[in-house]
């Protein structure tokens, strides 16, 4: 199975500052048809996941372009380019590319 | 709207069953795969299992093979999870998922439906 490790595990911010979350898979996410299935989803509190990005670097219908995707191979981030209130939430990056394994979660919480 | 609508969750003691649903409306159901995927209380996120568009083909997570059964009703728009000998390690809110049309994210999901396993 491939473990998705994030880091860091939580993340106080301060409002208006950028934040970074890295991703490291125990193997490469490099699917057999040359995509990368790497995706990251914000669960703000009491709500259900939300899918953010998706192969890497693809910001899903709606989301914020504050919020960007980067990466290859095993090694994986995250960034918002500034922090906004609504961004408080749990992070959690996802793996598609041999089933499917989540990340622990990044918890960002406003300093 | 697109929306996904779980249903069934509940109280059952260790060995027990339950049969959860998700209805979905605002998208072609028949055309998608569709997953389940747990959260413990205060945990992350775990893939459970997923059904190809036409039900053919189905696949779990290791910890709960033999004992969850995933189906789906495509005239109903309707997606269920059969979950039986449940154990306390199975107390979760289990989320419905649509998978993204190249199969590589999961684009929507319901609200959960909360199962507790408990004696």
């Known amino acids: 199975d491939i473990v998705m490790t994030q880091t860091p595990l939580s993340s106080p911010v301060t409002l208006g500052q950028p934040a970074s979350i890295s991703c490291r898979s125990s193997?490469?996410?490099?699917?057999?048809?040359?995509?990368?299935?790497l995706s990251w989803l914000q669960q703000r509190p009491g709500q259900p996941p939300r899918l953010l990005i998706y192969?890497?670097?693809n910001r899903f219908s709606g989301v914020p372009d504050r919020f960007s995707g980067t990466g290859a191979g095993t090694d994986f981030t995250l960034k918002i380019s500034r922090v906004e209130a609504e961004d408080v939430g749990v992070y959690y990056c996802m793996q598609a590319t041999q089933s499917y394994t989540f990340g622990q979660g990044t918890k960002l919480e406003i300093k | 709207e697109v929306q996904l609508v779980e249903s069934g969750g509940g109280f059952v003691q260790p060995g027990g069953s339950l049969r959860l649903s998700c209805a979905a409306s605002?998208?072609?159901?028949?055309?998608?795969?569709m997953s389940w995927v747990r959260q413990a209380p205060g945990k992350g996120l775990e893939w459970v299992a997923n059904i190809k568009q036409d039900g053919s083909e189905k696949y779990y997570v290791d910890s709960v093979k033999g004992r969850f059964t995933i189906s789906r009703d495509n005239a109903k728009h309707s997606l269920y999870l059969q979950v039986n000998s449940l154990r306390a390690e199975d107390t979760a809110v289990y989320y419905c998922?649509?998978?993204?049309?190249?199969?590589?994210?999961?684009?929507?999901w319901g609200q959960g439906t909360m199962v507790t396993v408990s004696s």
């Open positions: 193997q490469s996410l490099v699917h057999s048809d040359g995509n990368t299935y």
């Open positions: 998922a649509k998978t993204t049309s190249t199969e590589d994210a999961f684009d929507i």
């Open positions: 605002g998208f072609t159901f028949s055309t998608y795969w």
């Open positions: 192969k890497i670097s």
